[in-house]
């Protein structure tokens, strides 16, 4: 059976083996329908750095004292090793997932990495009693081993990957000089994307904070993206007549720490993402579409975080080459990067499933492609595995109502105090040039177009955290003042 109402959560920066390489999760393999166990850890994965060894060890601490590196660079580095060079144009070097506590202790990213004493930090994983929502969901309904992250980099590409089944070349974080040549009208693509795909009024987007990353897409208008606080709400209207739902969590102070919010960044904690899994699921759960309903949690890459295994070979998406004008490193988008959960969730997949077929997030526009008879917007989502048939059932069947409670949040080693990065301190790192564009987009939007030149000069003359933080909090203000009330 098809499902009429589809949900996606994607969270930040998280491995699959950090989060539930632990968990011990037994089920049923999806396809063979014999039991299996998840492909996780054996408690004898290590790597080592300066010739000392350093083993997977839990669980893990709530919030981490560094932002561990992982852009381009730092991922060849974690997977290939101290000494890997990838050259323009590939081939990918050999994968051995050996460079991970080496890129933490020393990163090639301007404030990522560098970590100040405890290097094994990041082959610290969580024990399940940390997570109770997201290993509830897991053992409740399906979970996916092999749910690799788009492309071997950061967050925006990967994003994207989601939205278009393309990253349009762009194969690392942009710098805001990078993002005011190109964007000013937001990122689009050959084949437009998935929301471009379902048209006004099939598609809608929820999100924490006032600027999604999503909203970084041309077409996405942030006086219609709704507070994830009324999510329950809207869904419980029988009405309610989206075909698609996009979700993103509380950033936080992406300008700084990520402090305050719920996206599991690893400057964050893990355990406010995990109420907020747990509050996303008990929306649909509790709403009238709950019976024909899809929920996909995903993450979207590891954010640094160790993983065992290896990333494979990927198909292309085709619609860009080598060289392009986002494409600094001269990526070829023929690997994936490294592993990231994924709970698939519906009354109509059997209890306790385990899917170990290959996924990546091409997967979100291909499973929404063909529930809804829509035409592929790459290659690479036309070769992309759904979800689709994990949903075997006839009719639904009973499921929980409610996930067990999140705990306070636990430290469960000695952390550091978290490195904040000074107000004075480049804009060009991270996300956040793509947080202050998606502000000047709106911002546009917002004003005359009398104020549109100094509008554009201002987000040029933009070069510290400092000044990003106060644009962005400007124009957030004007986003409320403009958001109609509920």
Same mark, same amino acid.
């Given at each position: 059976?098809?499902?009429?109402?589809?949900?996606?959560?994607?969270?930040?920066?998280?491995?699959?083996?950090?989060?539930?390489?632990?968990?011990?999760?037994?089920?049923?393999?999806?396809?063979?329908?014999?039991?299996?166990?998840?492909?996780?850890?054996?408690?004898?994965?290590?790597?080592?750095?300066?010739?000392?060894?350093?083993?997977?060890?839990?669980?893990?601490?709530?919030?981490?004292?560094?932002?561990?590196?992982?852009?381009?660079?730092?991922?060849?580095?974690?997977?290939?090793?101290?000494?890997?060079?990838?050259?323009?144009?590939?081939?990918?070097?050999?994968?051995?997932?050996?460079?991970?506590?080496?890129?933490?202790?020393?990163?090639?990213?301007?404030?990522?990495?560098?970590?100040?004493?405890?290097?094994?930090?990041?082959?610290?994983?969580?024990?399940?009693?940390?997570?109770?929502?997201?290993?509830?969901?897991?053992?409740?309904?399906?979970?996916?081993?092999?749910?690799?992250?788009?492309?071997?980099?950061?967050?925006?590409?990967?994003?994207?990957?989601?939205?278009?089944?393309?990253?349009?070349?762009?194969?690392?974080?942009?710098?805001?000089?990078?993002?005011?040549?190109?964007?000013?009208?937001?990122?689009?693509?050959?084949?437009?994307?998935?929301?471009?795909?379902?048209?006004?009024?099939?598609?809608?987007?929820?999100?924490?904070?006032?600027?999604?990353?999503?909203?970084?897409?041309?077409?996405?208008?942030?006086?219609?993206?709704?507070?994830?606080?009324?999510?329950?709400?809207?869904?419980?209207?029988?009405?309610?007549?989206?075909?698609?739902?996009?979700?993103?969590?509380?950033?936080?102070?992406?300008?700084?720490?990520?402090?305050?919010?719920?996206?599991?960044?690893?400057?964050?904690?893990?355990?406010?993402?995990?109420?907020?899994?747990?509050?996303?699921?008990?929306?649909?759960? =509790?709403? +009238?579409?709950?019976?024909? *309903?899809? $929920? %996909?949690?995903?993450?979207?890459?590891?954010?640094?975080? /160790? #993983? &065992?295994?290896?990333?494979?070979?990927?198909?292309?998406?085709?619609?860009?080459?080598?060289?392009?004008?986002?494409?600094?490193?001269?990526?070829?988008?023929?690997?994936?990067?490294? =592993?990231? +959960?994924?709970?698939?969730? *519906?009354? $109509? %997949?059997?209890?306790?499933?385990?899917?170990?077929?290959? /996924? #990546? &997030?091409?997967?979100?526009?291909?499973?929404?492609?063909?529930?809804?008879?829509?035409?592929?917007?790459?290659?690479?989502?036309?070769?992309?595995?759904?979800?689709?048939?994990?949903?075997?059932?006839?009719?639904?069947?009973?499921?929980? $109502?409610?996930?067990?409670?999140?705990?306070?949040?636990?430290?469960?080693?000695?952390?550091?105090?978290?490195?904040?990065?000074?107000?004075?301190?480049?804009?060009?790192?991270?996300?956040?040039?793509?947080?202050?564009?998606?502000?000047?987009?709106?911002?546009?939007?917002?004003?005359?177009?009398?104020?549109?030149?100094?509008?554009?000069?201002?987000?040029?003359?933009?070069?510290?955290?400092?000044?990003?933080?106060?644009?962005?909090?400007?124009?957030?203000?004007?986003?409320?003042?403009?958001?109609?009330?509920?």
């Amino acid at each position: 059976m098809a499902p009429t109402h589809i949900f996606v959560l994607m969270l930040e920066n998280r491995s699959f083996d950090h989060l539930l390489g632990y968990a011990g999760l037994t089920g049923v393999d999806a396809v063979t329908g014999k039991p299996t166990t998840i492909d996780g850890l054996t408690g004898e994965e290590s790597n080592s750095y300066l010739g000392q060894p350093y083993g997977v060890t839990q669980p893990a601490p709530e919030t981490m004292p560094i932002d561990p590196g992982h852009e381009f660079l730092d991922v060849l580095k974690q997977l290939c090793g101290e000494t890997a060079v990838y050259p323009p144009g590939g081939p990918y070097p050999p994968i051995d997932n050996s460079g991970f506590v080496a890129d933490y202790a020393s990163s090639p990213s301007p404030d990522e990495g560098d970590a100040p004493d405890d290097y094994g930090a990041i082959m610290r994983c969580c024990a399940p009693g940390q997570l109770p929502a997201l290993t509830s969901l897991a053992r409740n309904f399906a979970v996916c081993d092999h749910w690799q992250a788009s492309m071997p980099g950061p967050t925006l590409p990967n994003r994207l990957f989601a939205c278009a089944a393309s990253s349009g070349g762009l194969d690392h974080s942009p710098t805001n000089g990078e993002l005011a040549q190109w964007q000013i009208d937001g990122f689009s693509f050959a084949q437009g994307t998935i929301f471009d795909r379902l048209g006004q009024g099939g598609w809608r987007i929820f999100s924490g904070n006032d600027l999604p990353l999503v909203s970084v897409l041309k077409g996405v208008n942030l006086l219609e993206v709704a507070n994830v606080d009324g999510f329950a709400e809207a869904v419980a209207d029988p009405g309610y007549a989206y075909r698609y739902t996009w979700i993103e969590p509380d950033y936080g102070e992406f300008w700084s720490t990520f402090a305050g919010g719920n996206s599991q960044h690893p400057l964050d904690g893990i355990t406010p993402g995990d109420a907020l899994v747990k509050a996303t699921y008990e929306a649909i759960r =509790r709403s +009238p579409h709950w019976p024909t *309903s899809l $929920l %996909i949690v995903t993450w979207d890459e590891h954010g640094g975080f /160790y #993983d &065992h295994a290896a990333p494979p070979a990927a198909v292309p998406p085709g619609d860009t080459a080598p060289g392009s004008a986002h494409n600094k490193y001269g990526f070829t988008f023929d690997r994936y990067g490294v =592993r990231v +959960p994924a709970i698939i969730v *519906s009354p $109509l %997949i059997p209890e306790n499933t385990i899917d170990h077929r290959l /996924y #990546d &997030h091409s997967s979100i526009p291909a499973t929404i492609e063909k529930a809804f008879g829509l035409a592929p917007l790459t290659a690479r989502d036309e070769a992309a595995n759904t979800v689709l048939p994990l949903l075997s059932l006839d009719k639904a069947r009973d499921a929980p $109502l409610t996930l067990p409670a999140v705990a306070a949040p636990r430290v469960a080693l000695r952390v550091a105090p978290r490195r904040v990065p000074a107000p004075e301190g480049t804009v060009d790192q991270g996300n956040l040039p793509a947080f202050v564009h998606a502000a000047m987009r709106h911002d546009l939007t917002l004003s005359p177009p009398s104020e549109h030149a100094a509008i554009r000069a201002r987000v040029r003359s933009i070069h510290t955290r400092a000044e990003a933080a106060q644009y962005v909090t400007e124009v957030q203000q004007k986003i409320r003042a403009a958001k109609p009330r509920p």
